[in-house]
């Protein structure tokens, strides 16, 4: 039985937060490295805009980068577009 459980935990958290290296807008597709502009200009403005600091890849670890996480709502979901140098660096969909 407790197996069972243990299954759908995980499938509940596993459906819960998902994190891609593209994401298909239409009959577009925006990958990871796509600048601002781009992503902006498939995906209109954002509905909520987070300014962050966040380290990047190739960068010391004690140096933080300023950044944005851009909110997308979209039909019940909420798309997360991380912008980190003027590039975007990760999608990520939350199910509500």
């Known amino acids: 039985m407790s197996f069972r459980y243990l299954i759908f935990i995980l499938l509940l958290v ?3 937060a998902h994190a891609m290296s593209s994401l298909r807008v239409g009959d577009k597709v925006l990958t990871i ?3 601002a502009a781009r992503v902006q200009e498939l995906m209109g403005p954002p509905t909520i805009r987070v ?6 890849h190739g960068q010391p ?3 933080l980068v300023p950044g ?3 909110q997308y709502a979209q039909d019940g979901k909420t ?3 991380t912008i980190l ?3 975007a660096t990760s999608f ?3 199910y509500r």
């Open 92 to 94: 990520d969909t939350l």
């Open 51 to 56: 300014y962050i600091q966040r380290t990047m």
């Open 61 to 63: 670890d004690n140096q």
């Open 79 to 81: 798309i997360v577009v």
């Open 68 to 70: 944005e996480e851009w």
């Open 33 to 35: 490295g796509d600048s």
């Open 14 to 16: 596993s459906a819960s």
């Open 85 to 87: 140098g003027g590039r």
